[in-house]
């Protein structure tokens, strides 16, 4: 069983920087995809970012276009743990940021497509 232990949210004013922490534990072999998606009340979870950590697509990255320039994902396959690193953040990105994974992920920014779900992490960002 995978399970996801996040870290990394916060409070911080505008233009601020925040890096958010995904571990992975219980994974065995085989494709694996791991993403960030975020939600604020009423609306549903949308992807932020996403990474294939192992198999064939391995390395292969998704940005959603409004953080594009500002937030990276990036992976330290040693840990089993991928990184969102959030800059120039905006008050517009203040949501629940959870940390997803799936081994038979195809369309990384469906929310069904993942298996496994962290807690989430609270990020607010103030005018």
């Known amino acids: 069983q995978v399970q996801l232990m996040e870290s990394g949210g916060g409070s911080v004013e505008t233009g601020g920087s925040l890096r958010l922490s995904c571990e992975a534990t219980?994974?065995?072999?085989?494709?694996?995809?791991m993403g960030w998606f975020r939600q604020v009340p009423g609306k549903e979870r949308e992807a932020v970012a996403t990474i294939y950590t192992r198999g064939p697509r391995a390395g292969r990255t998704y940005v959603e276009n409004s953080v594009k320039g500002r937030f990276t994902v990036s992976q330290d396959s040693a840990k089993n743990t991928v990184y969102l690193q959030m800059n120039g953040l905006k008050p517009e990105d203040t949501a629940m940021y959870y940390c997803a994974a799936g081994s038979m992920v195809a369309d990384t920014v469906r929310a069904t497509e993942y298996n496994y779900w962290g807690q989430g992490t609270q990020v607010t960002v103030s005018s």
């Open positions: 219980g994974y065995r072999s085989g494709s694996f995809c």
